[in-house]
Every structure is written in structure tokens, then in C-alpha cells.
């Protein structure tokens, strides 16, 4: 079940994205999306290396093989 919600959550994140393109300009999507992965990317490898975070399934685990 899972799975299924992350899949999902995927779909729509992918599906805004492109909305967006559609609606604002290209270069604040693009800022607005890279900013917000930078800050993603560190804030959560400081909170899951605190140990204050942990990921139940392993998602796209097809990528680490």
C-alpha cells in the first residue's frame, strides 16, 4: 500500500511541475524547484543522520541494485 502512495505522490509532483511550466515563467520555476530540492536535501540528511527520521520502505530500490 505504500508503494502505491508514493507512486502517487510521484505522479502528481511530476504533474504540478509541468503545470507549472505551463503557468509561470520558465527561469522561477526552475529556481523555485532547485532551491526548494538544495534545502530538501540538506535539511533531511541532517534530520535522518540525527536518527530523528526513518524511511519504512525503500523507494525506487530498482535504482540500487
Not at 508503494?3 to 527561469?27: E, K, T, Y
Not at 529556481?31 to 541532517?46: C, D, E, H, P, Q
Amino acid at each position: 500500500m505504500e508503494q502505491w502512495i508514493l507512486w502517487a505522490l510521484v505522479a502528481v509532483g511530476v504533474g504540478l511541475l509541468l503545470l507549472s511550466f505551463l503557468i509561470l515563467p520558465a527561469r522561477d520555476v526552475w529556481v523555485s524547484f532547485l532551491l526548494n530540492a538544495y534545502a530538501a536535501s540538506f535539511f533531511g540528511s541532517i534530520v535522518a543522520g540525527a536518527g530523528l527520521l526513518e524511511y519504512p520502505v525503500r523507494f525506487f530500490c530498482f535504482l540500487y541494485k
